[in-house]
Structures are given as structure tokens and as C-alpha cells.
């Protein structure tokens, strides 16, 4: 009787805890892997090896049906931050979105609106339509089953883990902490922050401003630092034969500057517009620093604005001022009031945001408004400003 207590397999207190951590890791490479970057953003193919397996997988320790996966993620990514994101912290409250993140997955896979416009080319195969989808719960019965029979009374706590890990980590941690707290690489539309140190944990989905930005890329890591293990799980199956990178983000190589900005260069900037946005904030960074150091002993009175002007112009200097809220706007025109060199480096830059939003000019007027971009940053008696036009002249695509 004791025996069967124990289950098949008889380990240490610590074998069980090892054995739960690679399950649950099991489960999160799937999620990354198979339902988000395969299925949602089609970022990379998948051999139907590794996909059965995925998707094998998943029905055994989640229960989640792919076509509504993708279908909510999708609609996350297309009306972010808005009353229609199914789990945005920004509207609903990080409360709400951490501890009820599996409530709000649940409610909206019941829209059956979201599913006919954004649960678009998921499988619809027979095992699908009868077992996964159909069966649903079948398949975490089956884990709780396995569970006991494998590792004994140790198997409840073990289930009960496994069943929590996504709704914790996932509808907890990436859409609640991932869109309130944490830093930002990219000052893009949304609210969307890295987290660290919980790229094991998470399997790559703690960069999520990374991801953001550049939704359709197959590697969510940006700088050299930041760890994706889910990247590099997919760079052994493609080695192995077993899948195929669609997309990774544009990344941008400097040569020798040109005399004069062409068309390559345009689409270069175009292409990385968010990394040429965060390169001019970190070119600019001292000179902004520098001048707001001499504002503060010449012009005392900017100590009591409201605000961190230091840190402020760091966030700013990367958004385009349409992302600025209004309150933030009308205190960065009060500091620009105060400095030639301010008012020169923020407009400059914003000037950089009308050669990528989308407008009605042509390619050869967008291109003539670069060069005079460049030919002015060089002129403006600015050091920095003139150093970064010489980079922006040498950029292209890799």
C-alpha cells in the first residue's frame, strides 16, 4: 500500500521539485514556441513533429485551445492598451490582470466574434475538432492521472503546479507585469516593459517591449545582455531540420558615411526606426545632460518643475510626441522654453518621426527631407547632433 503512496517512481524531496521545474519548463517552451511565435505571429514554421508535440503537450498541462490562444493574443496585439485589449493593466488595473489573467483568457475565448476575425489559419485537423478543442479538459484529467501513478501523493502538489504555472506566469506575469513594470528598450505605442531576471522561468516572453515592437521577429532578445532561452531552443530544431525562421526583427549595420543620404538609406531608417530612435536618446544623452547641469545653475527656477527634468527628457527624446501624454507635453514645453539646445535636439528628433509614420509623401520628397535633416544637424553647432547625422548617413540594412 505504502508503495503505491509513493507511486512508480520514488524520489528525493528535491527529485520531485526538479522534476515539477522541468515539466512546467516544458510547458512554457511550448507556449512560446508552438502558440506564440509559431501559431499567433507565424514568425517561424514548424515541422509537424515538434507542432503534434506541442500541441500534444499543452492539451495534457493547460487545456488551451490553439485557434483561441492566437485569437485572443492577436486581438491583444491589434487594439493594445484600449477597453477592447482583452488584458491590458493600463485599462483594467494590474490587480485584475494578475490575479484574474485566467478569468479574462476564459471570458474572451467566449466571444465568438474575436475567434471568427483573429483565430484565422490555426489547425483544423481531426485530432483538433475531436479531442483538443472538443476535449479539452480531457487532457489535464489525464496529467492529475499520470501524476499520481507516477510520483504518488507527491503527484497532487505536482498537478496543482503545473495547472497554475500559465495562468501565473503568462496571464499573470507577461500581460499584467509585462505592461506595468520593468524598462524599456523602445518607447513604442503601447505600455509593454522588459522583466528581469525570468528568462529560464519564462522562456523569453519576460522581453516583452522587445516583442512589442518588433511583433512578427522569431527572437525576442535585443541587446547583447538579454537571455532568450525560447530563441534558442528554436535555433537547435532548426539545426535539426525541424524548423524554419519566417522573421526576426531588421537590424541596422554602419558603414562609412555616405556623401549624401539615398534611398537605401531611407529604407534602412524606416526599417529600424525604433533603434534609430533609442541610438539618437543615448548620442544625445550627455549633451542633453550637460545642458540641463548649466540650466540648473544659471536657471535655478526649473528646480521646482514637478518632475525629474534628467529623467524626463531621456523618455521623451525616444517617443514621438503623439505617444506624449498631454500632461507630460505642456511640462516639456515649459523645459524647451528654457534652452536653445533642448528646443534644437527634441525637435530634431521629432522631425526624424515624419520619414516613418505613415503620411502621403513620396519617396523622393521624404528623401529630400532627410538629407535637409542631415544637412541642418550638421549645421546646428551641436557636436552630437552632428555625429549622429554622420552615423544616420551610414546606416543599412543587414
Known sequence: MLSWLNGLIDLPWWGYIVVTLVLTHITIASVTIFLHRHQAHRALDLHAIPSHFFRFWLWLTTGMVTKEWAAIHRKHHARCETEEDPHSPQVL????????????????????????????????????????????????????????????????????????????????????????????????????????????????????????????????????????????????????????????????????????????????IIANRYEIASAYARQLKATVAGELEQLREHAPHISQFQFNPKRAMKRWLKQDRKDTPLADQAKLDALLAESKVLDTVYNMRQELTALWERSSSSKEQLLKQLQDWCARAEASGIEALRDFSLRLRGVALA
Open 93 to 268: 488595473g494590474i490587480k485584475k490582470v494578475f490575479f484574474e489573467g485566467a478569468e479574462l483568457y476564459r471570458a474572451e475565448s467566449k466571444n465568438r466574434e474575436t475567434m471568427e476575425k483573429f483565430g484565422h489559419g490555426t489547425p483544423d485537423d481531426w485530432l483538433e475538432r475531436n479531442l483538443y478543442a472538443k476535449r479539452s479538459v480531457w487532457g489535464v484529467v489525464t496529467m492529475a492521472v499520470l501524476d499520481l501513478l507516477l510520483f504518488g501523493a507527491n503527484g497532487i502538489w505536482m498537478w496543482a503546479v503545473q495547472m497554475l504555472w500559465i495562468p501565473v506566469t503568462a496571464a499573470g506575469i507577461i500581460n499584467g507585469i509585462g505592461h506595468y513594470w520593468g524598462y524599456r528598450n523602445f518607447e513604442n505605442e503601447d505600455a509593454s516593459r522588459n522583466i528581469v531576471p525570468w528568462g529560464i522561468l519564462i522562456g523569453g516572453e519576460e522581453l516583452h517591449n522587445n516583442h512589442h515592437t518588433f511583433g512578427t521577429s522569431a527572437k525576442l532578445s535585443n541587446k547583447a545582455w538579454e537571455f532568450d532561452i525560447g530563441w534558442m531552443y528554436i535555433r537547435i530544431l532548426e539545426l535539426l531540420g525541424l524548423a524554419k525562421v519566417r522573421r526576426v526583427a531588421p537590424s541596422v549595420r554602419e558603414v562609412a558615411p555616405k556623401p549624401q543620404a539615398d534611398f537605401d538609406t531611407l529604407q534602412a
